[in-house]
């Protein structure tokens, strides 16, 4: 089993900033991926990117990247250049490489990019 | 590339009355997850199927059942509906693994009145 903490209910930041969310994570498994996925208002949940636990470099996808802290179980989201269309809320999730295990997430972020 | 698909979109209901959502995953994905996310919450885990065999149970209601079946898709059977099941109910699709991360539907949406 494992718990996945978002601190942050909300943010909001300029059009064309950067901006980092917040994930902290807790799992008795060795074996594990993140995510994070984004949720804009047409409540579709789309995947931006994932991590491997046992991989040391960050995943970095385009405008997306994140900071991967395994010893301290973080796993930030940065957005760079943001965009009007990355307002969304912003899940940060967790499953264990180890069967069919359930996805679970945090409790997610609004963000909101401001013109 | 094909898509998780849900139907119906949305689905309005009355309380004590039955409904069925049902989902169809992406083709070669093995397994299928059903979630429910309330007004301003994270999804929930309900249940999910593997190979159409029942693989995990979450918080589900006993007045829901779930079946996977010989093609793959997957039906959400609600029964007895309350208005506190008004929700986004999402189908995710995967494989075994999960390494990917699932592919979800665009989610139905149950309002019960």
């Known amino acids: 089993a494992q718990t996945v903490t978002q601190s942050q209910p909300e943010m909001s930041v300029q059009e064309a900033e950067t901006v980092t969310l917040s994930c902290t994570y807790d799992t008795s498994e060795n074996n594990y991926y993140l995510f994070w996925y984004k949720q804009p208002p047409s409540r579709q949940m789309i995947l931006v990117i994932r991590q491997e636990a046992y991989k040391q470099q960050n995943a970095t996808e385009n405008r997306f990247s994140v900071n991967f802290q395994k010893a301290a179980k973080s796993f930030s989201l940065k957005i760079s250049d943001s965009q009007l269309g990355d307002t969304a809320m912003y899940f940060c999730a967790c499953i264990s490489n180890f069967g069919n295990e359930k996805l679970t997430f945090g409790t997610g972020t609004r963000l909101t990019i401001i013109p | 590339a094909a898509g998780v698909i849900q139907s119906p979109r949305h689905l309005i209901k009355e309380k004590r009355e039955t409904a069925t959502l049902k989902c169809y995953p992406i083709p070669r994905h093995d397994t299928v997850y059903w979630y429910q996310q309330g007004p301003g919450q994270d999804p929930q885990f309900l249940i999910s199927?593997?190979?159409?065999?029942?693989?995990d149970k979450g918080s589900i209601p006993d007045r829901f059942s779930a079946q996977q079946f010989s093609d793959y898709h997957s039906e959400l059977n609600m029964s007895s509906l309350e208005l506190g099941d008004s929700a986004l109910y999402f189908c995710?699709?995967?494989?075994?693994?999960?390494?990917?991360?699932?592919?979800f539907g665009s989610g139905t949406r149950l309002t019960v009145v």
């Open positions: 995710a699709s995967s494989l075994r693994t999960g390494g990917n991360g699932y592919t």
């Open positions: 199927f593997y190979e159409k065999m029942q693989s």
